[in-house]
């Protein structure tokens, strides 16, 4: 698999995962139970080792779809760009994840303060990615771009062949 399939395939993973946990968190939040709470915190982290996958081959799917016809510089790299806001507030999200399993694990009492401040993290990360992923749909789907001001200078690379 070349990276740019991996990178579509990958990509989803931080999307579902960071609100699957957060639906996860808020159960364990209403129902009080340290397990749920946990189990919350495995989402995140998987779904912060997606993110890590995704940005890793990002580079590699930007290299494939510049041969394809049609693929605007301007939003690839509005997507390179803001992907690396989604990146290090996933990884943060990830980190508060491990550091609230330990946590969790020392303490016999039911989600506290730790998890609501997790929860809160992780809102503002699906609000990232959720965004990162409307700008890399837009590379292939330019019916998501309907801003008359984006620029739409394809990839120029002399030394690109063309395609049959």
Known sequence: MDPLHVHLFINHLPIAGTIAGAVVLALALG????????AAYVVFILSSLGAVIAYLTGE?????????????KDTVERHEDFS????????ILGIASLAGIILARRRSKPPGN???MIFSLSIV???????TAYLGGQIRHTELNRDSSVQTQPYKDPNLKKLP
């Open 31 to 38: 129902f009080k139970s340290r397990h749920t709470e946990i």
């Open 60 to 72: 590699g799917a930007e290299h494939a779809v510049k041969q394809i016809p049609g693929i605007l």
């Open 84 to 91: 690396v806001y989604a990146l290090i507030a996933l990884v």
């Open 114 to 116: 730790t998890a609501v």
């Open 125 to 131: 990360c699906f609000g990232l990615i959720a965004w």
